[in-house]
């Protein structure tokens, strides 16, 4: 029997939670080391829906320790078996969508739509895991007379991932199918914003047959991160978070020897042409940066107006002012938020942008954590609103004569998580395509996430190591490359190799 509750929300209806604890070696703990627990708000209520236990090293040690007790015994099972359990996760998920969904829209604030996709989305993750067994085969070839060479591919040993808060079911699944159908031990650390789906991720792998010690939770922050870069018997590091602490993840997993893949923040363009359908792209711009109250890496930002398309842009402002908060449109995840957000859309301002539509100030619920769809009008690059990735939903527009100045502007911007071209033209579409800096580019879709198979990932700094964290890339990632070659002694004489 899982020691975890069960979510009784069915509604927005405030709801309290249990404590988010460690799980290691399958086992319930508390963590030690005597960091003070924090408090896990429910941003649409404003007050706590549970507290967060804050982990040290010595509970990373002691994940890592369950790791690799268990993982000899998972790394040896064949990979249908193991591909077994996430089949059964699959199902365990499903049967739980409901209250999945209305725990990650309690703890992150999104309204149940928004969560039940992302717990959809999760769902796909584990799918694509699922297909491992079929995709994984490795490579025989004879590369010389009577002489092969095989490519297998083998577990890491123990592995973690560290994740955002702001999607605290699916971003797990990005890297848990691939890490441990590929035979590893797993240490997760969750955000300690929203901590609590990850409690009921551990109890799905539990119920699904997962080997205790395969999956470990280590709960916490700054401490837990940075001790899980050095330990020495972690071997790889997969992050998501902001461009910030991508960065020094990267920089300390990798000066101990990991190896890393660390996806960061994004500031993302969309280029609108005075030819692209209006209806679509009013409903599409106005989805990608006010939706999860655009606290997604892939959500719109910066909205680049090429010559006159001013009959799309009122669309855009009529559209997102009509929103409704509360039903519509979610919370921020904390007050500090809102303040940041408050501060872009004032300097903004100040520095001569028309604020079209104002969300300073509005309100769902009156003690929540709210902004409302905002969008500023004659931006410059240079504006910290222009370039700074500000995770709300603000749309900033920038207006410019021709194709190649938006390029330019959206090029100049370090990030290059999504690109997207709002467009009837395909001569248009591919001059765009191809020449954005950016890893994953939409014609006509705002957000374009790669579905799977397809690897999500971004370039610049939105990403730093190599490849996509999802997809094929993932399982590449999460596995290290046997090569075996092989001569036997009918065949001595047939080769030259020795
Ligand atoms: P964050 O970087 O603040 O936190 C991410 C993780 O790092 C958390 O688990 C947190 O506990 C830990 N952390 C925070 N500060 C740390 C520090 N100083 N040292 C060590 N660890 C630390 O990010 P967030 O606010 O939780 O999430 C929002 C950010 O994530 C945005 O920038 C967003 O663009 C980005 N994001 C990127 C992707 C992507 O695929 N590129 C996806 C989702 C979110």
Redesign the pocket.
Same mark, same amino acid.
């Given at each position: 029997m899982s020691a975890v509750p069960r979510f009784s929300a069915q509604t927005d209806s405030f709801t309290e939670y249990a404590e988010a604890r460690n799980f290691i070696g399958g086992a319930w703990r508390d963590a030690t080391g005597g960091l003070p627990s924090q408090a896990v708000d429910n941003p649409r209520w404003g007050r706590p829906i549970a507290r967060v236990q804050m982990s040290s090293a010595a509970d990373v040690a002691s994940a890592v320790a369950a790791g690799k007790a268990a993982q000899p015994a998972w790394g040896a099972m064949p990979i249908r078996e193991r591909a077994q359990v996430l089949f059964r996760a699959r199902e365990i998920m499903l049967r739980d969508l409901r209250e999945l969904a209305w725990l990650v829209s309690h703890e992150n604030g999104k309204i149940y739509a928004e969560a039940e996709a992302e717990v959809l989305k999760g769902i796909e993750c584990l799918e694509y895991g699922c297909s491992l067994p079929n995709l994984a085969a490795g490579e025989l070839l004879e590369v010389s007379r009577g002489v092969s060479c095989e490519l297998t591919y083998e577990p890491l040993g123990v592995v973690a991932g560290?994740?955002? *808060?702001?999607?605290p079911c699916m971003?797990p699944l990005?890297m848990l199918p691939q890490a441990l159908v590929g035979g590893n031990a797993f240490v997760l650390?969750?955000? %300690?914003?929203v901590p609590l789906s990850s409690l009921k991720l551990a109890a799905v792998f539990e119920e699904a047959g997962l080997p205790a010690g395969i999956l470990n939770l280590v709960q916490?922050?700054?401490e &837990?991160? %940075?001790a899980i870069?050095d330990h020495p018997d972690i071997a790889a590091v997969g *992050?998501?978070?902001?461009?910030?602490? &991508?960065k020094?993840?990267y920089g300390r997993a990798c000066g101990t020897g990991k190896r890393a893949l660390c996806?960061?923040? &994004?500031k993302n363009h969309l280029v609108v042409v005075p030819d692209a359908e209006p209806e679509l792209t009013v409903d599409n711009v106005v989805a990608s940066f006010t939706g999860c109250a655009g606290?997604?890496?892939?959500a719109a930002s910066v909205l680049l107006a090429v010559g006159d398309v001013d009959h799309i842009l009122a669309g855009v402002a009529e559209k997102a002012a009509r929103i409704q908060l509360g039903t519509e449109l979610g919370p921020v995840?904390t007050e500090a938020a809102v303040r940041r957000m408050t501060a872009y859309v004032d300097e903004a301002e100040r520095q001569g942008a028309k604020v079209l539509v104002d969300g300073r100030g509005k309100k769902g619920t009156e003690e929540g954590f709210w902004f409302g769809p905002t969008v500023l009008d004659g931006v410059r690059p240079e504006m910290p609103a222009g370039r700074e %990735?500000i *995770?709300g939903p603000i749309l900033s527009i920038i207006r410019v004569s021709n194709i190649e100045e938006a390029l330019h502007i959206e090029n100049a911007n370090p990030y290059g998580?999504a690109s997207a071209v709002y467009t009837t033209s395909g001569d248009v579409a591919n001059r765009i395509m191809g020449a954005a800096e950016a890893g994953m580019c939409g014609v006509n879709v705002g957000v374009p996430v790669p579905r799977e198979p397809f690897g999500?990932?971004?370039w610049n700094d939105?990403?730093f190591g190599q490849g996509n964290?999802t997809g094929w890339d993932g399982f590449r990632f999460w596995t290290r490359q046997r090569k075996i070659t092989r001569k036997w002694a009918l065949q001595k004489d047939a080769t030259w190799m020795s």
């Open positions: 560290i994740v955002p *808060f702001n999607f971003v990005w650390k969750p955000s %300690e914003r916490g922050g700054r &837990a991160v %940075e870069c *992050f998501v978070g902001s461009t910030k602490v &991508a020094l993840v996806l960061g923040g &994004a606290q997604r890496c892939m995840t %990735e *995770f998580n999500f990932g971004g939105s990403c964290l």
